[in-house]
DNA sequence: TATGAATGAGCCTTCATTCAT
DNA sequence: CATGAATGAAGGCTCATTCAT
């Protein structure tokens, strides 16, 4: 079906860009390289997406939409520190699972995060859902709640960045724990629910 | 003087590509906006750095490696978690005093990180060693001195991202307390050496 | 056709890259000019050559490995005085059939020689057959055959120069007994095989 | 002396345009490496010629009449054949002499010599009035002046330069006798005056 | 509809020339 | 006078985008 070819060329396109961009940067990947990866023709591209930084925005919104979604769905329900464990142990597990859409994310956030449009749910409004949950709840210290879900994003972003570029050899999956340990007993307050 | 004419050539061209590159990425900066934005000729420019590249690539390594160093100033002595809290507030804090600075320090980050000769101390490696003094000295728990550095570094580098993308509102001043806190109760053992 | 459309733009810039070149050199050709007289695009340019350099280099081997065939076709077979002389006045032919092309071998030799491959034949390969043909027959007198070659050439060369810088007024046809009678003179033996 | 000064000066940048020249060619050769190997400002140059390609056009034309001079003046008197003989040994001589000159001869011809002013003497009058002696006195056969004379040149000037280009590996001082052996054979009538 | 050749604005860089010191 | 930093036009080349086929 002519539908399924279609979004068999956007799947492959998509792919392709988020493994260049990934690679080497939004503005050093060429329309010609995306093309020629995704086996597709130049212009077939441009029925999809308006430009190449139309593609990128879209495609890195999805992902990080896509993210929100998982990491909601990854850290389940009960009290919020069991909660954030899981989100880290799920984002560490990403990582090892997908390297090329977790490597888009880091690189593409300073150009591509301005364009993702408001009213979306995002990775950091999970977090800070999470934390505020757990500030209500009183599992979680009543301090500032963006401050806090930016420590723990900021702990596994930093972690993760660190293994990418290879400063950190330790499999991430090791590091869950260390870093889930010490980031919750800097936000708990022992009391569950 | 002609001494005095090359240094202002030299800083003025240092601070407006700091501008440009913080605002719009090493990338998407021309040698045209530099050179416009510091009032000197796009040859000039070549005087001075052999291309774009290795201009941003000496910008990012004197700022990234002066970061080090005003860190390390900064920590002082003592056991690790105060020394810890002093970065946090004095990372903070220069990003109150230098904007700038800071957001070319983010943004060019990815560009840039390649780039940087081995050898030099970064921020990355003055806060393991802390982190390393720390768990020597029973002050800081045992565990991967990388990953728990990172996730102070993560916890301080969101922070702040969140403070220049206008995310978060509170002035970051507020907020060393609260990350501070949150983060040495996750990391101290309490024991003070 | 398409194809055709991909020869006529080869061909047009093929015809006006030669004759600027021949006009100015290659150094002082822009492509902005090959492009113009051509009446392509620039970028057109580099879709069928990877840079002015190459274009250059791939335009003046082509020219001067086909004269080097239209050289040996011309030269026939016989003695090889005989065979001189056909070469010389094939030579000055072409000046007056093809003054773009014989200008453009003249005035590129020094930029673009260096660039022809090693295995090529060359004009210069063909004459010294000839003249060790002689040699070997005995009708051409037993001497350092490189040095009779270019003896033969150096005549034919600066004539044609001399020619085309507007020195000698002489029509070519009318000197192609001159040049060829005295350097036939000077190298044949006078013995036929 | 302020006048010697500025003589060495000349000289100076004379030598080393002329070495620079030779091995890369006027317009590969940059202003800054002139003065560079030459020991000289930039603007020191300007003071001496108007532009570089006044440099080049003077410095071409120097050598070029000079070389008339010696051609002249080696020639001696005596029969046509005779001088044009020595003219060879001469000019073989020089490329060994001064093989750097003599590229620059050859280099720069196609640039320089239209620049050349018409009244000067050049090497191809010099050759041209010695072949144009030994029609009248009866020793050169009776041809085109001209096109005898560029036959001598050339068989000269290829010779050296398929020496220079590393063709010809026989050192140029064994080949006089062969080429001129060749020329003069072809040109003689044989009748001494 | 898909293709990929063509376009041409714009990029980085070079360098002849000028001129303040 | 000599110097060499500054200028800025111009060059070669790239690549996002368009459009004839």
Request: one cysteine or more.
């Amino acid at each position: 079906m002519s539908k399924d070819a279609r979004s068999d060329a956007r799947n492959k396109v998509r792919d392709a860009a988020i493994a260049l961009f990934a690679q080497k940067g939004v503005k050093a990947t060429t329309i010609k390289d995306i093309a020629r990866a995704a086996g597709v023709s130049e212009g077939a591209l441009y029925r999809h997406w308006a430009s190449k930084e139309e593609l990128a925005a879209a495609l890195f919104a999805a992902e990080y939409t896509a993210l929100s979604h998982s990491l909601r769905e990854a850290a389940g329900s009960g009290p919020a520190p069991q909660r954030l464990r899981r989100v880290i142990a799920w984002a560490f597990g990403l990582v090892e699972a997908a390297p090329g859409r977790a490597r888009f994310l880091l690189l593409s956030q300073h150009d591509a995060l301005p364009l993702v449009p408001d009213g979306l749910e995002t990775p950091v409004d999970v977090v800070c859902a999470i934390v505020g949950d757990g500030i209500a709840e009183g599992s979680v210290v009543d301090a500032d709640r963006e401050a806090l879900a930016h420590t723990v994003i900021g702990a596994i972003v930093l972690n993760i960045q660190s293994h990418v570029y290879g400063r950190q050899t330790a499999p991430l999956g090791t590091l869950v724990d260390t870093v889930a340990d010490a980031l919750l007993r800097g936000l708990s307050t022992g009391k569950e629910t």
